[in-house]
């Protein structure tokens, strides 16, 4: 299962660089191309951790030190993804509507 699980991590983390390669070339000149960049960075770094946790939990030899630093590098990201995403939306979209409503309807994702 982990082996399984870490050649989808790879994989996705293949897909997501030549994502990432290829959203520089085309914007390199736009104003989007540095939350692009972080948002398509950011992603990366989550699959990286969910990985690194699944390979971690399922280890014969379990570090409970390097395991905790692991989670809240994983927790991390995933708290900070959501706003990414929403600064994200909010970039491109070029709106300057303000509101508790506007800010619900460019975090979905």
Do not use: Q
């Amino acid at each position: 299962m982990t082996i399984t699980y870490a050649m989808t991590a790879s994989l996705l983390i293949a897909c997501l660089t030549l994502m990432l390669i290829d959203v520089s070339r085309k914007l390199r000149k736009s104003v989007h191309l540095k939350i692009s960049l972080i948002l398509i960075g950011t992603s990366m770094f989550y699959v990286a951790m969910d990985c690194l946790w699944i390979i971690f939990y399922t280890a014969g030899e379990f570090n409970r030190g390097v395991f905790v630093l692991l989670n809240c590098l994983f927790y991390l990201v995933y708290i900070t993804l959501p706003y990414i995403w929403f600064l994200f939306a909010r970039h491109f979209s070029g709106s300057r509507l303000e509101g508790r409503g506007t800010d619900i309807v460019f975090a979905l994702p």
